[in-house]
């Protein structure tokens, strides 16, 4: 690692640093992306053979993904939850579906069962969440969280995600869950080879990961419009913070420079 002494005698990092340590952030939450790619190209392909034959989907044929999604669990070690959540209106007999498998702490495969009536669930409208909304509305893969995840594990979970279209409608997400403890296990060794204070943001300024006390895991970072420095993929300045987008992965590093 290459530092020098800036102006005051502060601490000047060498961009290349920075920039390392965001390649290696991407890297791991890349795997957990690949099985969100293809659980969404497993379930567009089954929607279109669906469509093919002139009927509305129902919540049975989406049982076709189960064993892809048990896989998925079983390779991915960051993976703790893995599905498809349809878009309401979607399937012809019943308004609302999550198609999520997870695994339990002694390690079996369970289905999530959700109580998705709206007279009795506050859980009834998914719609409005981070992992579903912001696919839905950018188009784009998302980070939500951290956030403590009531619906599956009562967990403080990061939720990945990408949206599922069919013939260009869009139809539902994609996701894929993680432990926050996992990713913190993964990414602190990471930021504290940083000589300064980091931390790791999403699109919105939550932060997912961090090795800076002032800003804790799920605290908001303000001030910065992050979705653009993910969109353009360029590292900014912004006062004391340089903004470095993770390679491919919706996820910002924040380093705090003097």
Known sequence: MRSSPGPGGTTTLD???????ASRVGDALEAVFAAVAQTRAETAALLARVSEQGRAPASADLAALRPGLHLRL?????????????????????????????TTADGDVR????????????????????WFALPRDTGRRAVAGPYV????SDEY????SAPVEVA??????AAADIYLRHFEAAALPLLRELPGPAHLVNARGRVAASADPAHLAGSLTKGPDFGAVLERARTKTFGPLRLVPCPSVPLVLVVTTA
Request: with cysteine; proline share 7%.
């Open 15 to 21: 961009a290349s640093t920075e920039e390392r340590v």
């Open 74 to 102: 079983a390779r991915q070690e960051l993976v703790s939850g893995v599905g498809f959540i349809a878009a309401p209106g979607l399937l012809g007999d019943v308004p609302a579906w999550l198609e999520w498998w997870q």
């Open 111 to 130: 289905p999530l069962l959700p109580d998705l009536d709206p007279e009795r669930s506050a859980y009834s409208d998914y719609t409005h969440w981070d």
């Open 149 to 152: 995840d009531y619906l599956c």
């Open 157 to 160: 979970s990061l939720t990945l």
């Open 168 to 173: 260009g409608r869009f139809v539902g997400v």
